[in-house]
């Protein structure tokens, strides 16, 4: 019986330790899976469907840019009014922008520069029925001191011309320009703003009640942003100021991607850049880019390239959709929709 005994202990030892080999390499196997999967980037079904909906030329049949170029308190005033507008929206650039860059170059405008995501934003203004208006800062950047009272009194002076004093007033701004729109926003009186990759400067100024609903547009890569907007909003929602966000997240590039987004940028050229892209690493297997398109030696590469002829105008708008599509740091057409809406909402 010990022999039977033991010899029954030790095939029970035995399939333990099968057993614990096997959950183990299941564990082990379930793990792989697990980090192959959430290794993936997720599909992001909206940001696709808009990509496919809006391209360069998404409203050409409904808008065309015939902006007014102005010159006020020393710096460019640039504007557009559709028929029967419903509000106005002011835009404001970030660093080393211009209120050129909201435009298409045109007879109207032959300094006009219409980069591609901010040229959609005005687009997509217009055929809502928004006035727009844009502005140059004095800087490379926005300042808070006394450029407030000259933008202040730009706008101003510019809806009592226009004969626009009966209509909701919105704005938006992008990095320096969100960051200037909600200083902006304690002097000016705007039915609603949006902050756009920008959490304000919340933290350095006193907000009252009436401080107008906000919107932050932001991108969560960027961790200490999307921090501080967390804690904005809460502030903003302690002052009874109603607050939203949209989270703005990176999406794959494609061979006939940039075409899409740029205005005279050829398929085969798009599609030339994006082989490029993929051949040194720069993106990775499914087309996300590795690195903030800054950050990319993609004009080194494309230097080197002798087979790829991009017009040096085209240079910029390419950085700012590479930027776009790593989703740390850019102006974003995207969400223009929602953006929209947001004001609608807060117009009555």
Known sequence: MWKRGNRSKAWSRSNRRVLV??????????????????????????????????????????????????????????WQIPDS????????????????????????CPNCVGLPEERLIALCALAQKFAVLTISSAGRCWSFGEEIRVVKDIIRWWIEKQGLEQLPLVAMGASSGGYFVSVLATEV???????????????LMSVKENYPPTLFVHMPKDVYRRQK?????????????????IECMEFPLSPRLLADRIPGLDQSVSAKLFELLRRQGFVDENGYMRNDGRRTRWKEALREDKTIFLDEHLVHPVQEELNLAFAFHEMTSLHTDQIFKWFESHMS
């Open 85 to 108: 507008p419903k509000a106005v929206l002011f835009l404001a650039h970030g660093c080393d922008g211009r209120a050129v860059n909201f435009w298409d170059r045109s007879p109207e």
């Open 189 to 203: 009186k705007f039915s609603s703003i949006t902050l756009m990759i920008a959490e304000g400067k919340f933290d």
């Open 21 to 78: 080999a096997v959950t183990f390499a299941t564990l082990f196997l379930f793990l792989l899976v697990f980090l192959f999967c959430n290794d993936a980037k997720p599909a992001n079904t909206s940001l696709g469907v808009g990509l496919q909906r809006q391209k360069w030329n998404s409203f050409e049949s409904s808008v065309q840019m015939h902006p007014t170029v102005g010159f006020r308190n020393g710096t460019d005033v640039i």
């Open 229 to 245: 907007i967390d804690e904005f909003m809460e502030l903003l929602r302690n002052k009874g100021v109603d607050v939203a966000e």
